[in-house]
């Protein structure tokens, strides 16, 4: 392998320690519920989530959206990290 591949493997493991240089802007993801697979999706800053309970309820989140909050943590936007409702519900995961 030549110097210069090596370089980039070392600066990869070096960003790959620095996670707050990351921010994920959009993103989808199948998510194994408890009871059935979901599709989680971050569109501009917004959640959605195919659970019934993101259907039904209006505060806009549920538990895969709140997993998924807490999973990527600083690699999210301000808007898209925290909502009211949530940073009630687990005020630690702010800190
Ligand atoms: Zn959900």
Redesign the pocket.
Same mark, same amino acid.
């Given at each position: 392998m030549n110097s210069s591949i090596i370089g980039k493997i070392e600066k990869a493991h070096r960003y790959a320690r620095e996670p707050e240089r990351v921010r994920v802007q959009n993103l989808e993801a199948s998510?194994r519920?408890g009871h059935d697979d979901?599709t989680?999706r971050l569109t501009d800053g917004r959640w959605a =989530? +195919?659970?019934?309970?993101?259907a039904s309820h209006a505060v806009g989140? =549920? +538990?895969?959206?709140m997993a998924m909050q807490q999973l990527l943590g600083v690699m999210l936007s301000d808007d898209a990290r925290y909502d009211r409702d949530t940073e009630l519900a687990a005020p630690a995961a702010t800190a």
């Amino acid at each position: 392998m030549n110097s210069s591949i090596i370089g980039k493997i070392e600066k990869a493991h070096r960003y790959a320690r620095e996670p707050e240089r990351v921010r994920v802007q959009n993103l989808e993801a199948s998510f194994r519920g408890g009871h059935d697979d979901y599709t989680v999706r971050l569109t501009d800053g917004r959640w959605a =989530c +195919s659970c019934h309970t993101f259907a039904s309820h209006a505060v806009g989140t =549920c +538990s895969h959206v709140m997993a998924m909050q807490q999973l990527l943590g600083v690699m999210l936007s301000d808007d898209a990290r925290y909502d009211r409702d949530t940073e009630l519900a687990a005020p630690a995961a702010t800190a």
